[in-house]
């Protein structure tokens, strides 16, 4: 049966980065608003806002100090409201990110936990009474995972930053409030939901060390704090009191899934309708935790992920597919290395993941060809975990200049700068210096160049127009996707197929013109001008959409 989510095309924004309107370096929701004509031409349906709830913001947003409140940074509650009805106007659903497994130590709950420890609210969090450090579990940000209480024996566990304190989800006068939180967002007026880190909700009960994992004694917390027995339970009951009766759309961010877990996540009567997978994301990493554990691969090894995610991933239900969000590094600059400045590749890029089975999610900027951005200090870094991945590389014997060359790889960084609108000073985003460093050499990629003919932008377009409003629209969306082998070096294909009816796409990650027996037929979708394949030959970077129904 068909889902309303199944033809959503999702734009995610960095509200912090996305457009300026009040001159003080930061993008707030006001900057939105006076950009909906923008993705409204871009043809998305939806837009995904990284939190703009209060919060110290020491991750950004995402250690959250009131739910029902919008960070003075990105404007009022009324400006939120505006903000629906002008979506609603245009037809833009909003997608809003909830951070359910930690809040801010700032959070009233927190600090009242602190201040009392047989206060109700000392339960809502994890706390551990011990004189030394409960266990050898490492945050996600580096460092131990326990933080001690000042004044007391006793520890508080955090997964991530110090300051993002975790909930306790085994208490359900905590769960009661979260339902009761999302409930009012759902009463606002909101569908769509992205959750945050979900499947670390559940920790190990027996919060034992493990064996050590690096030179600092300790092991990564997502062995003992991700993907546990027992996190089903939540997941269930937060589906069915808040989710399901609303018919919401739910996205989770779920890193580490294994091929048997898919079907309670998204199957039939699965937790949520969406989720990330993230096999694809570290290729060059033996593990996603430690960016200094890098390996060699190819393009063959991103293709060979994406077709066996695809495929098992269908056999049960539907994933968000993307390759760029806020904590990835730019696509162009890490899947097409020295042509990431070529627009053809760009654009053939672009296509690949797109047309895959799924949901579609494009990060802001990517429809620009934004790339990654080299920075040349420490010093010039914001992202918390590129500090602490620095910090990391060099305890583990890295020089500054092999940890520098790791972080700007990856940092998160790269892709929070401000989004390129024209070529001016501050590349349009704001009249003051942005609170991150604006894209010097990156500017020439920017919104108003590209409105013109064959630019990436509108090559973006086309392509969401071309899914939603094309004869293949269904297949495109509804089609189940079949990996091809075309026994070429680095040309890809993938089918989609619904019921009798079937189409081929293929890509060339190759520079040069090469021979593909199965590249033949008419051309329905390219990023060449052709109506017909020519026996047989892709153009460097060409990719095309082929019919096979005839
Ligand atoms: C995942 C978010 O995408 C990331 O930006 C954040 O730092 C962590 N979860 C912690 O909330």
Redesign the pocket.
């Known amino acids: 049966m068909k889902k309303w989510w199944q033809n959503e095309i999702v734009y995610q924004i960095y509200p912090r980065s996305f457009k300026d309107s009040n001159s003080d370096g930061y993008g707030d929701i006001n900057g939105i608003i006076s950009k909906l004509d923008y993705i409204k031409k871009l043809g998305v349906t939806m837009i995904w806002l990284?939190p703009v709830y209060k919060s110290p913001m020491a991750?950004?947003g995402?250690?959250i100090s009131d739910y029902y409140y919008i960070n003075e940074e990105f404007g009022t509650m009324e400006d939120f409201d505006k903000l629906i009805d002008e979506c609603n106007i245009r037809d833009i659903k909003i997608m809003m990110d909830m951070?359910l497994?930690?809040t801010s130590d700032e959070h009233p709950w927190f600090k009242e936990a602190l201040k009392d420890p047989t206060s109700k609210y000392h339960d809502y969090y994890i706390f551990k009474a011990s004189k030394e450090v409960p266990n050898n579990w490492r945050g996600?940000?580096g460092g131990s995972a326990w933080e001690k209480v000042d004044g007391r024996d006793e520890y508080y566990l955090h997964?991530?930053?110090i300051k993002?304190p975790d909930l306790n989800w085994e208490n359900p006068k905590l769960r009661e409030e979260i339902y009761k939180m999302i409930q009012w967002w759902i009463d606002k007026g909101i569908k769509a939901f992205r959750l945050?880190?979900i499947n670390h909700i559940k920790k190990n009960p027996s919060y034992a060390s493990i064996e050590p994992d690096g030179y600092d004694g300790l092991a990564a917390i997502k062995k003992m704090g991700r993907n546990q027995e027992g996190l089903g339970e939540f997941l269930t009951e937060l589906n069915e009191r808040v989710f399901k009766p609303n018919n919401c759309m739910t996205v989770a961010?779920t890193a580490g899934l294994t091929n048997e877990m898919y079907k309670d996540f998204i199957g039939k009567d699965g937790y949520f309708s969406l989720v990330f997978d993230f096999r694809h994301t570290a290729l060059e990493l033996e593990s996603g935790s430690e960016w200094y554990s890098r390996k060699e691969w190819e393009l063959k090894d991103l293709n060979d992920t994406l077709m066996e995610t695809q495929t098992n991933i269908q056999k049960y239900g539907w994933s968000g597919i993307y390759f760029e969000?806020?904590?990835q590094p730019r696509s162009t600059s890490k899947y097409l290395g020295n042509y990431d400045e070529n627009e053809d590749a760009i654009k053939m890029l672009g296509a690949y993941f797109f047309f895959m089975h799924g949901v579609p999610f494009i990060y802001q900027g990517q429809e620009l060809g934004m790339k990654n951005f080299v920075r040349k200090s420490i010093e010039d870094f914001d992202d918390?975990?590129s500090i602490n991945q620095y910090h990391r590389a060099i305890n583990e014997g890295y020089s500054e200049e092999e940890a520098l060359f790791i972080v700007n790889s990856r940092s998160?960084d790269n892709a929070r700068v401000p989004f390129a609108w024209d070529d001016s000073s501050y590349v349009g985003f704001s009249d003051v210096n942005p609170w991150l460093m604006p894209l010097d050499d990156n500017s020439k990629h920017n919104a108003k160049s590209e409105e013109k003919e064959n630019s990436i932008l509108n090559f973006y377009r086309s392509m969401i127009d071309f899914r939603k409003n094309s004869d293949i629209s269904e297949i495109l969306i509804y089609g189940k996707l079949e990996p091809v082998e075309t026994k070429t070096k680095d040309v890809f294909a993938y089918r989609r197929k619904l019921d009798s009816k079937s189409v081929l796409c293929i890509f060339n990650f190759n520079d040069k013109d090469v021979n593909v027996e199965i590249n033949k037929g008419e051309i329905l979708f390219s990023n060449y001008h052709m109506e017909q394949a020519q026996e047989g030959t892709l153009k460097p970077f060409q990719m095309n959409i082929l019919d096979e129904n005839n």
């Open positions: 990284t991750d950004n995402y250690d951070v497994n930690h996600q940000f997964t991530y930053h993002q945050d880190a961010e969000n806020h904590d918390i975990d998160r």
